[in-house]
């Protein structure tokens, strides 16, 4: 039984070789996502229009706060000459404003948070697409992001870095 099943072994063994050089070679990348990401211009010209809506943003702010500070001011300066119901009127007044510019500091910075989303999407979009597409066209099993230590090894004699590939690819 030994022998039949030895024989039928070693009868196997030119056929898994030849299937085993049919099998394409195991190709993989990976890069730096934020280095790619930095480097494109789409990604400057996106960065300027936040940091250009975020200057409106905190100016608005800004003139908001010195608005309350100065009404506050003139509020300590002639309290105690108030009468109690007109004291009361102000101080509410005072609580009025404080309270709208605490809401719109809340709102401008969920709008920021939603107008920095939909301003690098694109950029987002096209990295990515430029990524899969040199996977596609490179024959890549897939490509790792190896940014904040999520691939903390890398057989470079098996895996490519096309970080700089990227960089040029998307210039």
Do not use: C, W
Request: aromatic share 12%; charged share 30%.
């Amino acid at each position: 039984m030994k022998k039949l099943f030895f024989s039928f072994v070693f009868m196997l063994l030119p056929l898994l070789a030849m299937a085993q050089q049919s099998v394409p070679a195991f190709k993989f990348a990976y890069f730096s996502y934020d280095k790619v990401l930095h480097a494109m211009a789409d990604y400057a010209t996106a960065t300027r229009s936040y940091n250009d809506l975020k200057a409106k943003y905190d100016a608005e702010t800004k003139r908001s706060v010195e608005d309350f500070n100065s009404r506050y001011e003139d509020f300590l300066d002639v309290q105690r000459k108030l009468e109690p119901s007109i004291l009361r009127k102000r101080q509410a007044e005072l609580e009025e404003l404080m309270d709208r510019n605490i809401a719109f500091r809340k709102e401008s910075e969920r709008l920021l948070k939603k107008a920095e989303e939909d301003i690098y999407a694109p950029v987002h979009a096209k990295l990515n697409n430029a990524v899969r597409q040199m996977g596609k066209e490179s024959g890549y099993a897939f490509i790792l992001n190896a940014d904040n230590n999520s691939v903390p090894f890398v057989n470079t004699a098996m895996g490519e870095d096309v970080t700089e590939a990227l960089i040029a690819a998307l210039k």
